[in-house]
């Protein structure tokens, strides 16, 4: 079964960072693209940003370019998203999911699988 696993999410004053982890098992993790959601109470779930699974194309959302780094470590079936200058507009539930080959999907609907879901609350 695949499953993919959050971890590193929770509260930070703003101008900080966190970095989340996705953990995926279950799968050839190296033949998933993967992606990064999230979605704040009362909003539609929106991209933040995507890798290839070969690594070669990372897409991000305006909203976080040059804040928000993400990255693979196919070894570790593991893709990180280190989130700095956070804002308040940032606090969501962030999720993890995972798209078999192709290019990055930015609609959350072209993704197979996913993650609960890891809280990131940024205080001004």
């Known amino acids: 079964q695949v499953q993919p696993v959050e971890s590193g999410g929770g509260l930070v004053q703003a101008g900080g960072s966190l970095r989340l982890s996705c953990a995926a098992s279950g799968l050839t993790f190296s033949t998933y693209t993967m992606g990064w959601f999230r979605q704040a109470p009362g909003k539609e779930r929106e991209f933040v940003a995507g890798?290839?699974?070969?690594?070669?194309?990372?897409i991000y959302a305006d909203s976080v370019k040059g804040r928000f780094a993400i990255s693979r470590d196919n070894a570790k079936n593991t893709v990180y998203l280190q989130m700095n200058s956070l804002k308040p507009e940032d606090t969501a539930v962030y999720y993890c999911a995972a798209a078999l080959r192709g290019t990055v999907r930015v609609k959350w609907d072209e993704y197979a699988y996913w993650g609960q879901g890891t809280q990131v609350t940024v205080s001004s």
């Open positions: 890798i290839r699974w070969s690594g070669g194309i990372i």
